[in-house]
Nanobody, 124 residues
Framework: QVQLVESGGGAVQAGDSLRLSCAASGRTSNAFVMGWFRQAPGKEREFVAVVSRGGSNTYYLDSIKGRFGISRDNAKNTVYLQMNSLKPEDTAVYYC?????????????????WGQGTQVTVSS
């Protein structure tokens, strides 16, 4: 079992930055590929970014490439999502998730563990 707790969300202006954190407890997080997803009101949950177990490989949603960065600190069992140049369309609840695989998976059904989410609101 893995428990995930996100933090760092908030209400910001367009162009601002936020850093989300996801603290993992239970089984050591380096046994899992870690991903970030987001869900806006009335929309399906959307893949944002994923990082490999060791942290050396990443993959991103096309629309956030160059603005967001995913990283992990396995010594702290924490995964981060640095979000820069935020836009109103980035407004959503952001979820951290863990997948017991070596592949950089991007669909929600491939993730076994989820956090409760943290709200990010970007105003224009």
């Amino acid at each position: 079992q893995v428990q995930l707790v996100e933090s760092g969300g908030g209400a910001v202006q367009a162009g601002d930055s936020l850093r989300l954190s996801c603290a993992a407890s239970g089984r050591t997080s380096n046994a899992f590929v870690m991903g970030w997803f987001r869900q806006a009101p009335g929309k399906e949950r959307e893949f944002v970014a994923v990082v490999s177990r060791g942290g050396s490989n990443t993959y991103y949603l096309d629309s956030i490439k160059g603005r967001f960065g995913i990283s992990r600190d396995n010594a702290k069992n924490t995964v981060y999502l640095q979000m820069n140049s935020l836009k109103p369309e980035d407004t959503a609840v952001y979820y951290c998730a863990a997948a017991n695989t070596i592949r950089l998976v991007t669909t929600p059904r491939e993730y076994s563990y989820w956090g409760q989410g943290t709200q990010v609101t970007v105003s224009s």
